[in-house]
Structures are given as C-alpha cells and as structure tokens.
C-alpha cells in the first residue's frame, strides 16, 4: 500500500511557475506508475500527466504539453510536477495518483486506473 501527500501549491500570477512534489511511502515505490491530474470547480477531474514505474516514459495532456514537466526518483520516493508558463485555467486542485505496475513502459492516463490518492494541493493563477 501506498500514502501520497502532496505538497507545493498556492498562488502565482500567469507566466509564473511552481513545482509540486508529491511525498510516497512504502517499500516498493518503484514498482508504482505515477500520475498527475486536476479538478476545476464544477469541473471533472482531467488528466495533466503520466509517468511510468521506471521514470523512463512520460506522457501528457495537450493543453499542458511543452509547459509541465513530470519526474520522479525513486530513490527518495517521490514525483515531481514542474509547471511552467502558468495560465488562469490551469486554476485547480492538483492531485498526484499512483497504482501498481510490473509493466516498466506502461503509463494510465484515465483516472480510474490508478488506486492510491493524495489529498490534493490547490494551485491558483491569478491573470
């Protein structure tokens, strides 16, 4: 089993940037694949970004490509969500997922795939 906290939210004006982490434990985070998503309010919860167990894959929404980064260490058990170029809608509570995986290039990008949650970190950009 995995707990995931999150951590590094607030608030910065567009253009600005943050970066959250999201803090894991358990003894075999390497075996997790990682997630990023996000909920607006009165919005659905979107996927923002994948990573595979290893590190070695990653994938993203389009309206986040080419301005968020996803990473991971597994050796200190956490993932990292590097955002940049921040926009007003990217407003949201940010929550980072995780679910077991043997499959070392294998990414989930809906989130009803992953099992474990963390509590969620709002991030707001003021325009």
């Known amino acids: 089993q995995v707990q995931l906290v999150e951590s590094g939210g607030g608030l910065v004006q567009a253009g600005g940037s943050l970066r959250l982490s999201c803090a894991a434990s358990g003894r075999t985070f390497s075996t997790y694949a990682m997630g990023w998503f996000r909920q607006a309010p009165g919005k659905e919860r979107e996927f923002v970004a994948a990573?595979?167990?290893?590190?070695?894959?990653?994938y993203y929404a389009d309206s986040v490509k080419g301005r968020f980064t996803i990473s991971r260490d597994n050796a200190k058990k956490t993932g990292d969500l590097q955002m940049t170029r921040l926009k007003p809608e990217d407003t949201a509570v940010y929550y980072c997922?995780?679910?077991?995986?043997?499959?070392?290039?294998?990414?989930?990008?809906?989130?009803?795939?992953?099992?474990?949650w963390g509590q969620g970190t709002q991030v707001t950009v003021s325009s």
């Open positions: 997922a995780a679910r077991p995986s043997l499959l070392f290039s294998v990414y989930y990008s809906t989130w009803d795939e992953y099992r474990y």
């Open positions: 990573i595979t167990s290893s590190g070695g894959i990653t």
